[in-house]
């Protein structure tokens, strides 16, 4: 029988005298996870295969994640993160045979994780945590932190990224993209802005999460949180990131796959009970500058999202995992909806546009 992907990582990481049984984390994405259990001790881990296609430089996540647990050590927080474990030697990564790079953690015992909102006091409840993140990092040297991914949310580049694609040689994919692509180069005054906050002095760089939705966070049987994880993107970023992602992942009526975009709408009650939670914990970090362009957050987090589904459609699909051939475009089709009906729920609401 051929050995399980994560053999040699676990021989490696027990070393000689435990014996570990392994069950797969089907949750996320980007890396791989297997809950693990020792069998001597009942201590429980996360083994996880890091994938560096996404994260070509993996001691940056480990550096990073070093620091930022480091910090939570020796402050007084709201919050913890789960422990970095270690390979023999004190290695925080091993390489196996194949080239295939492993990371461990705590598991934390009793912990579940969520994909849907229920209700507006569950955004709240999302809100608070990532606010408490970054609130919690505000007297740390954001800039200590390496940017795992290339300009992840700036909205310029990503701007520039999707010009470059209307160059690709997917003529057919082009074609069909007209009214999308027309919508969004409509938009590129939300690039501009972006421009202006990070010239200006005003934004200044705070550690973000840079993934703030439901499922990044742990919480217990009752429901209530235990703390924020998935932090390979916590980086130096502005202060729109997560609001703006929150916003993005739970205002909408419909879900980011949902193809059925003429029942989209703006949850009023959501959008509000997440910019309630967030202010309740950042207000006085704040600048003014922030605090006057709070409604930028949504309109760049879905923009930029349009901008990134539609790329990688007219690139070919490099990027995003797909389940079938149009997936990208459809999702585009969705953020541009979700764009477009936010744009006219902040001008009623707050009389806000950019
Ligand atoms: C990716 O795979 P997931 O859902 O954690 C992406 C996010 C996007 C999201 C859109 C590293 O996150 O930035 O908002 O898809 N993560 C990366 O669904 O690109
Ligand atoms: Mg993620």
Redesign the pocket.
């Known amino acids: 029988m051929k050995p399980a992907p994560y053999q040699e990582a676990l021989d490696a990481f027990a070393a000689t005298f435990h014996q570990f049984t392994a069950e797969p984390v089907t949750t996320?994405?980007?890396n791989q996870s297997w809950k693990i259990t020792c069998q001597q001790t009942g201590e429980l881990f996360l083994l996880q295969q890091v994938n560096t296609t996404?994260f070509p430089e993996p001691e940056q996540l480990q550096h990073n994640y070093e620091l930022l647990w480091k910090h939570i050590r020796e402050t007084t927080l709201s919050f913890t993160i789960p422990a970095p474990k270690y390979f023999a030697g004190d290695a925080a990564l091993f390489i196996d045979s194949n080239n295939k790079c492993w990371r461990v953690f705590e598991f934390v015992p009793g912990s579940v994780t969520l994909d849907t909102i229920e209700n507006p006091e569950q955004a709240k409840t999302v809100a608070v945590t990532f606010a408490a993140f970054t609130a919690g990092f505000a007297n740390f040297d954001a800039t200590k932190l390496h940017p795992t991914?290339h300009r992840f949310h700036d909205l310029s580049f990503r701007f520039d990224q999707f010009k470059e694609s209307l160059h690709s040689q997917y003529y057919e994919r082009l074609h069909q993209s007209a009214l999308v692509i027309e919508e969004l180069k409509k938009r590129e005054r939300y690039s501009s802005f972006y421009d202006i906050i990070s010239d200006s002095g005003e934004f200044p760089l705070r550690v973000m999460h840079h993934?703030a939705k439901i499922s990044n966070i742990l919480f217990d049987s009752s429901g209530k949180v235990i703390c924020p994880v998935d932090l390979d993107?916590s980086m130096p970023g502005y202060f729109f990131s997560d609001l703006g992602?929150m916003i993005r992942s739970m205002v909408a009526s419909q879900d980011?796959k949902d193809k059925e975009l003429d029942k989209l709408y703006v949850r009023k009650e959501f959008y509000e009970a997440i910019l309630d939670g967030y202010l309740s914990v950042l207000e006085n970090q704040l600048t003014e500058a922030e605090k006057k362009y709070i409604h930028f957050a949504g309109l760049a987090m879905i923009c930029m999202?349009a901008l990134r589904f539609l790329t990688d459609y007219l690139n070919g699909d490099i990027y995003?995992r797909i389940e079938y051939p149009e997936q990208n475009y459809d999702r585009a089709k969705n953020q541009l909806t979700l764009l477009q009906k936010m744009e006219g729920f902040l001008e009623k609401q707050y009389a806000f546009s950019i």
Request: charged fraction near 25%.
């Open positions: 996320g994405l980007i996404i991914i993934d993107t992602d980011e999202q995003y």
